[in-house]
Each structure stands twice: as C-alpha cells, then as structure tokens.
C-alpha cells in the first residue's frame, strides 16, 4: 500500500525568505500524481500545485515550485518570498491507479513578520 | 462563493441525536468525496460517488450514512455516533475520479460529539 510521510509538524520562516518543505512518499507504481494542498485556518483545502510523475520538469506555480525526485520517491515544495499569507497547514498527498487521494499528516507553517 | 459549500460549519450534537451534514458542488463535477480529518492525522477517506454511484466505502462504520441524490449534492446522515467521531468533516468535488484531475474542497463542517 502507498504511503505518505510528511517529517516536518511544523516549520517556521522569516517573512520574505524562502522555506522547503519535505514529503516522501512510497511506492511500487510507475504512473501517478503528486499534490500539495494548503489549508488555512479558513479550513478550506486549497490545491497549490501538482506533479505528474512521468514528467521529469519540476512544476511551479508562482512563488511556489516543488523538487521531485523520483528515484528518492521525494517532492518536497519550496515556497519563496513567503508572505504571511502563506501561513497554513500544507498537506502533501498522492494519487494513483485507485485514484484515490493518499494523504500525508500535514506540516505546520508559520510565517514571522 | 465557493466552488463548495458545505453546511453547517459547526454542529454540536448529543450521541442518540441524528443530523445530517450537507455539501452541494457549483463546478460540474461528477464525483463527490466525504473525508474525516482528525487533529495530526492524514485525512481518511470515506466515500466516494462517482455520477451519483458509490464507489468506495473505506470500511466507515453504519452510523454514516451517505446519500447523493445527484452529482451536485452529497449528504451525510449521522445516527448515533461517538465521542471519537468527533472531527472535521469536508466534502470535496472533482471531474472524475482520474489520476490528474485534482479535488476541490469546502470548508468543512466542526462536527463535536458529547
């Protein structure tokens, strides 16, 4: 069964600096998604970016890229400039063949002004 | 408005009462989800409803549940439940279940269980 693992319960970033967070996953498929969602306290999930694992570019969106490493089974997001309202909890998740959604536990992000 | 809506936000409710949580889809979807999320857990999936069929029920207990009259609206039907059932509820759409489409969420619903 696949699984997700998010090491990090919570991370902390100056305001405008640039922050990593981790996501490994694991694996026995070849073709598969790899997400990253943001919930604020709103509680809303909100789909930040997508990875697709045939595709070796890594995806970006914005301020926000991931660096996937396939062979490590790793898609770690980068967020760069951070904002404060980048504070959030960020969930990374996975997708493949039972097409359903894999979720890790989330890691934490607080933003310092 | 959200492309999600769910209802109510919080629903505080002894363990004999019965309610039902709401969740109605303004983007087109066919496919419907109801996910649990617990504090410092992964979300756990419950159910999902494609074109208004269930298509997976992840061994959830017989005090929920579902109901998906048509694509657009998704209920839960709450009966009975515990304390540990207490959590947030969120519903979540997308255009099919494929590997590349990605889900959309609502706010949930603060589900407290006394």
């Known amino acids: 069964a696949q699984t997700v693992t998010q090491s990090q319960p919570e991370m902390s970033v100056q305001e405008a600096e640039t922050v990593t967070l981790s996501c490994t996953y694991d694996?026995?498929?070849?073709?598969?998604?790899l997400f990253w969602y943001k919930q604020p306290p709103s509680r809303q999930m909100i789909l930040v970016i997508r990875?697709?694992?045939?595709k070796q570019q890594n995806a970006t969106e914005n301020r926000f890229s991931v660096n996937f490493q396939k062979a490590a089974k790793s898609f770690s997001l980068k967020i760069s400039d951070s904002q404060l309202g980048d504070a959030a909890m960020y969930f990374c998740?996975?997708?493949?063949?039972?097409?359903?959604?894999?979720w890790g536990a989330g890691t934490k992000l607080i933003i310092k002004p | 408005e959200t492309g999600v809506t769910q209802t109510p936000r919080h629903l505080v409710m002894g363990m004999t009462n019965k309610k039902s949580l709401k969740c109605e889809q303004h983007?087109?979807?066919?496919?419907m989800y109801w996910y649990k999320q617990s504090a410092k857990k992964p979300l756990e999936l419950m159910f999902v409803?494609?074109?208004?069929?269930?298509?997976e029920n992840n061994s959830v207990p017989s005090r929920f549940s579902p109901e998906c009259p048509n694509s657009s609206h998704l209920f839960l039907h709450l009966h009975t439940l515990q304390p540990e059932d207490s959590a947030l509820y969120l519903c979540?759409?997308?255009?099919?279940?494929?590997?590349?489409?990605?889900?959309?969420f609502g706010d949930g619903t603060r589900l407290s269980i006394l």
């Open positions: 694996t026995s498929e070849s073709d598969y998604y």
């Open positions: 409803y494609n074109f208004k069929e269930q298509t």
């Open positions: 998740a996975y997708k493949g063949s039972n097409y359903q959604l894999i």
């Open positions: 979540a759409s997308s255009q099919g279940q494929s590997s590349n489409q990605p889900q959309h």
């Open positions: 983007l087109g979807h066919n496919a």
């Open positions: 990875q697709e694992a045939y």
